[in-house]
């Protein structure tokens, strides 16, 4: 995985946690045990799905990075659809507080979205190679220097 990559995996993820975190704090006093686990449940759940989907991507856009933006929308969907399976598979069980899993996990997901797209427009990430235009000159030129 590219640095600048892994950067942003790691700059989504440490808030995503604290956030985890932080609902796990407010449920236990404010509904008990069950609530507990259903804020780690969620939370876990946006850590899981959402870094191993920037895993995926980077597998996918390593050799043609021309289908990146493809490959993401594909991505995001597939976590997306996995996350409402989960929500349905689980809508009617009494391991957890639903209601805090489910806030837990909105919220998750939505401090991941926002603190990747954070990493990623802070990323200095090049569009066009800088010396392109220099090898392209000289080639033309027909110098017969080699680089």
Same mark, same amino acid.
């Given at each position: 995985?590219?640095? %600048?990559d892994?950067?942003?995996? #790691?700059?989504?993820?440490?808030?995503?946690?604290?956030?985890?975190?932080?609902?796990?704090?407010?449920?236990? !006093?404010?509904?008990?045990?069950?609530?507990?686990?259903?804020?780690?449940?969620?939370?876990?759940? +946006?850590?899981?799905?959402?870094?191993f989907?920037?895993?995926?991507?980077? #597998?996918?856009? #390593?050799?043609? !990075?021309?289908?990146?933006?493809?490959?993401?929308?594909?991505?995001?969907?597939?976590?997306?659809?996995? +996350? /409402?399976? +989960?929500?349905?598979?689980?809508?009617? %069980?009494?391991?957890?507080?639903?209601q805090?899993?489910?806030?837990?996990?909105?919220?998750?997901?939505? +401090?991941?979205? /926002?603190?990747?797209?954070? /990493?990623?427009?802070?990323?200095?990430?090049?569009?066009?190679?800088?010396?392109?235009s220099?090898?392209?000159?000289?080639?033309?030129?027909?110098? /017969? #220097?080699?680089?």
């Open positions: 995985m590219p640095s %600048t892994a950067r942003i995996l #790691r700059g989504a993820a440490i808030p995503t946690a604290a956030a985890g975190i932080i609902a796990m704090a407010i449920s236990f !006093p404010v509904a008990g045990g069950k609530a507990l686990l259903g804020a780690l449940f969620g939370a876990l759940l +946006v850590m899981a799905f959402f870094s989907g920037q895993i995926a991507l980077d #597998r996918l856009t #390593r050799s043609n !990075p021309q289908i990146m933006m493809a490959a993401a929308l594909l991505v995001y969907t597939t976590q997306i659809l996995l +996350v /409402g399976i +989960v929500l349905a598979v689980f809508k009617d %069980t009494e391991l957890f507080n639903r805090a899993f489910a806030f837990t996990l909105l919220g998750c997901a939505l +401090v991941w979205t /926002g603190f990747q797209v954070r /990493g990623a427009l802070k990323a200095k990430t090049f569009y066009v190679v800088p010396d392109a220099e090898k392209k000159d000289d080639k033309s030129s027909g110098s /017969g #220097r080699q680089q």
